[in-house]
């Protein structure tokens, strides 16, 4: 039997009084792609924030890869990891954000070769070879010397793909890559994440493209006030809904 890849276990966090997650327990197969559906406010990102811990969580845990995230257990006891610790951590885990975090004064390329030489110290001609084979795997190996400002919103969601791809990631996040796109770059962003799980790798993807669910996911995670409604395959959950508000939120969106 294998282990998931990340097992999250009754994480809760609150922001002030408000509950953004309640006791939420999910497990992620290693290959297995997982697209978390839900309306606004329902706490998909913030699920995702705290998986790559730019969010703490107040109580729970969260395990990637058979390692407990963001605490050391020692004599019983749990100690909070330094920043230091934590970097280390998150390093295991891409992300890839609605809007392009693109660095804008760095050309494709350079935006790619960034991480692997300046946070993990590796050989420049042997990073430039890989963000070079990176650019061609997104479509892009045209435009590695072009700024982000030259390229189009599609095309800077495929350069970001691939600068997290750099840092060879064991899970990637997405969190609506392709909401702040026009209409017609959608499609070219999602061909790129459907060749990356085809690919193999593990992702966690909040998306509203239900198609995209419906071809690439192996699971649908539908989300509701901090909680798990319902999951499943996309057949089930976005074909055969069990939940009323499962089936509420379908009917509004569809
Ligand atoms: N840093 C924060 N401080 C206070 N409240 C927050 C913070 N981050 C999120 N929240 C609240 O937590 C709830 C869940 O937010 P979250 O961003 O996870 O929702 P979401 O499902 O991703 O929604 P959307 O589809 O709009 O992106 C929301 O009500 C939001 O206002
Ligand atoms: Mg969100």
């Not at 295991?92 to 110290?121: D, Y």
């Not at 699971?219 to 509701?224: F, K, N, Q």
């Amino acid at each position: 039997m294998t282990k998931p890849l990340v097992a999250i276990r009754s994480v809760s966090k609150h922001f002030g009084e408000f509950q953004a997650l309640g006791s939420v327990s999910l497990d992620v197969w290693p290959g297995e792609v997982m697209c978390l559906i839900g309306a606004s406010g329902s706490g998909k990102t913030t699920l995702l924030r705290c998986v790559n811990q730019l969010t703490a969580i107040d109580s729970g845990g969260i395990w990637l890869d058979g390692e407990l995230l963001g605490v050391r257990e020692e004599g019983g006891r749990l100690y909070r990891l330094t920043e230091r610790q934590i970097a280390r951590q998150r390093l295991k885990t891409g992300m890839v954000f609605q809007r392009f975090n693109l660095f804008p004064h760095k050309t494709a390329l350079e935006n790619i070769t960034e991480g692997p030489l300046q946070v993990q110290g590796r050989k420049s001609d042997e990073v430039r070879g890989e963000a070079i084979e990176l650019l061609r795997r997104v479509g892009l190996a045209a435009k590695a010397d072009s700024y982000p400002a030259q390229l189009s919103g599609g095309q800077q969601q495929r350069v970001a793909i691939a600068r997290a791809l750099a840092m060879k990631p064991m899970l990637m996040l997405f969190d609506e890559p392709t909401s702040a796109l026009d209409p017609e770059l959608v499609g070219e962003v999602l061909a790129v994440m459907k060749e990356l799980a085809q690919s193999g790798m593990t992702m966690m993807v909040v998306t509203h493209e239900l198609g995209f669910a419906r071809e690439v996911a192996d699971r649908v995670v539908y989300m509701d006030q901090g909680a798990i409604v319902e999951s499943g395959t996309a057949s089930d959950v976005l074909g055969a809904p069990r939940e009323a508000r499962t089936k509420a939120f379908l009917s509004a969106v569809i």
